[in-house]
């Protein structure tokens, strides 16, 4: 696993962020005007029916734990996590993934 100073400054002010609250993201002021601009764009489109979970569950991808883990413990490449993040938001989504997206 890379060293945590090798990352870049906002990888690492993300985790930092996320550690506040007793560990959980969703009580910063910062996860509900990410929530709130997210499930607002999701409701503009007809797929998901449920903007408020899906938004919730597509921050959840991208949390920078999540990443650390996949990225570091399990050696994932930056472009597959990447493939991995569009296939799976477009299948949330209902539309499929292009490629170079």
Same mark, same amino acid.
């Given at each position: ?40 764009v999701l409701e503009r489109i007809p797929e998901p029916a449920d903007g408020d979970f899906t938004a919730h569950a597509l921050l959840a991808a991208? #949390? +920078?734990? *999540?990443?650390?883990?996949? !990225?570091?413990?399990? %050696?994932? /490449?930056?472009?597959?996590? #990447? +493939?991995? *993040?569009?296939?799976?938001? !477009?299948?949330?989504? %209902?539309? /499929? ?5």
């Open positions: 696993m890379a060293s945590s100073s090798r990352r870049p400054w906002w990888y690492r002010s993300a985790l930092a962020l996320e550690g506040t609250g007793g560990g959980s993201p969703y009580q910063a002021g910062h996860y509900e005007r990410w929530h709130g601009l997210l499930r607002g991208v #949390r +920078a734990d *999540l990443v650390e883990h996949l !990225a570091g413990r399990e %050696g994932v /490449p930056r472009e597959r996590m #990447r +493939a991995r *993040l569009a296939d799976f938001t !477009a299948r949330v989504l %209902g539309s /499929p993934a292009t490629a170079g997206d």
